[in-house]
Nanobody, 125 residues
Framework: QVQLVESGGGLVQAGDSLTLSCAAS??????????MGWFRQAPGKEREFVAQ????????EYGDSVKGRFTISRDNARNTVYLQMNSLKPEDTAVYYC????????????????WGQGTQVTVSS
């Protein structure tokens, strides 16, 4: 069974920074063989792609709304993926989910096999 556990969410002010972490575990789960992604979902809205980092060469992709402000990274030795969020805005408020996909490029939820439970990020104005 695969477990993805997000942490690092919280309440911050506009302009602040926050780093989310997602620790992966599972007896048969090889973290380095999965593309890892972050998505977010605000109340009443669809789940939105935030960022992904590929398993093959750690290449990254970002959603348009976070480009230039967010950075995704991974540490295969620690089975952990990170999301550094800078210059946070109230519209970044959402539950943030990490997920794992067996594809090299994965920017939609349907691409992902495993999901965490999410961590709340709230940005006040």
């Amino acid at each position: 069974q695969v477990q993805l556990v997000e942490s690092g969410g919280g309440l911050v002010q506009a302009g602040d920074s926050l780093t989310l972490s997602c620790a992966a575990s599972g007896r048969t789960f090889t973290f380095s063989s999965y593309t890892m992604g972050w998505f977010r979902q605000a109340p009443g809205k669809e789940r939105e792609f935030v960022a992904q980092i590929s398993w093959s060469d750690s290449s990254t992709e970002y959603g348009d709304s976070v480009k230039g402000r967010f950075t995704i990274s991974r540490d295969n030795a620690r089975n952990t993926v990170y999301l550094q969020m800078n210059s946070l805005k109230p519209e970044d408020t959402a539950v943030y989910y990490c997920a794992a996909a067996p594809w090299d490029l994965a920017t939609t939820p349907i691409n992902y096999d495993f999901w965490g439970q999410g961590t709340q990020v709230t940005v006040s104005s």
